[in-house]
């Protein structure tokens, strides 16, 4: 289908939603921790997988290798600023076509670009809390700590609110990200299989009349989609901001 057609979809649509997945965040730069070469770098200079000490259990066993991962390898990861496709997604937003976005990344590129109604649902690194009194950090405040950050109060340990391995997603924010896809007569896929955890876990709420999907490479999965683009989602966004751009000025 061409863009011109995706135009005319999301004009006739009065909801949609964005499932803004990883790929998304590879075209901006980001290294893909669990797979490609990333994941090896991880293993061979930590002693342990992404998911293993990325997860709840050795953040309470292990802080100190925890937190030296996590400034290392999450925060400065957080550095790399969002690429165009995040522009273009706000831009997108601006223009009325598009009305929230729904990520399971922790990096909060949507929110740096300015994107609005956003649901994170693990969170991101700019949030970060006492667990004790409650007193919120900035991400600077993680990032520049000697060793394991801890709270000017209390001394103990700030946790990042973040969902690591085998932490539940927040029961609130799941109940909103649900509302928002049962809302929604357009749903778009960015950058991600419907075999995904993001859409494993928001597709059995949509009822909508459009799923169109953004994906690089093909996946068996693909067919449930009403609408499939092979492709980066970077580009199908700027080709779908330029076309709108160029209607209004015809
Ligand atoms: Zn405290």
């Known amino acids: 289908m061409k863009e011109k057609n995706m135009l005319q979809i999301l004009r006739e649509s009065r909801y949609t939603v964005v499932l803004s997945g990883i790929e998304l965040l590879g075209e901006s ?3 893909l921790l669990r797979d490609g070469d990333e994941s090896y770098d991880i293993e061979s200079k930590y002693g342990y997988s992404f998911e293993e000490i990325f997860s709840s259990g050795f ?7 925890f937190f030296r ?9 957080a550095e790399i600023p969002p690429g165009e496709g995040f522009q273009n997604l706000r831009k997108l937003q601006d223009m009325g076509l598009i009305h929230s976005i729904i990520t399971r990344r922790i990096a909060g590129l949507e929110d740096r670009v300015g994107c609005r109604n956003v649901l994170n649902l693990k969170g991101t690194v700019f949030n970060n809390k006492c667990p004790n009194c409650g007193k919120h950090y900035s991400m600077e405040y993680v990032k520049n700590a000697k060793g394991v950050p801890l709270c000017e109060d209390c001394l103990v340990a700030i946790r990042p609110e973040v969902c690591l391995f085998g932490e539940m997603i927040d029961n609130g924010l799941m109940t909103r990200a649900a509302g928002e896809v049962e809302k929604a007569d ?8 419907l075999h995904s ?3 494993s876990q928001m597709l059995q709420y949509y009822t909508g009349t459009h799923l169109i999907l953004v994906t690089e490479s093909e996946h068996y999965s693909d067919q449930q989609a009403d609408v499939i683009v092979y492709g980066r989602s970077d580009d199908f966004v700027r080709s779908l901001a330029e076309e709108y751009e160029k209607e209004q000025k015809g």
């Open 186 to 193: 357009v749903l778009l896929v960015l950058g991600s299989t």
């Open 59 to 65: 953040y309470s066993a292990r802080k100190e290798l």
């Open 69 to 77: 991962f996590y400034k290392e390898v999450i925060l400065k990861a």
């Open 197 to 199: 955890p993001l859409c």
């Open 29 to 31: 730069g980001y290294p």
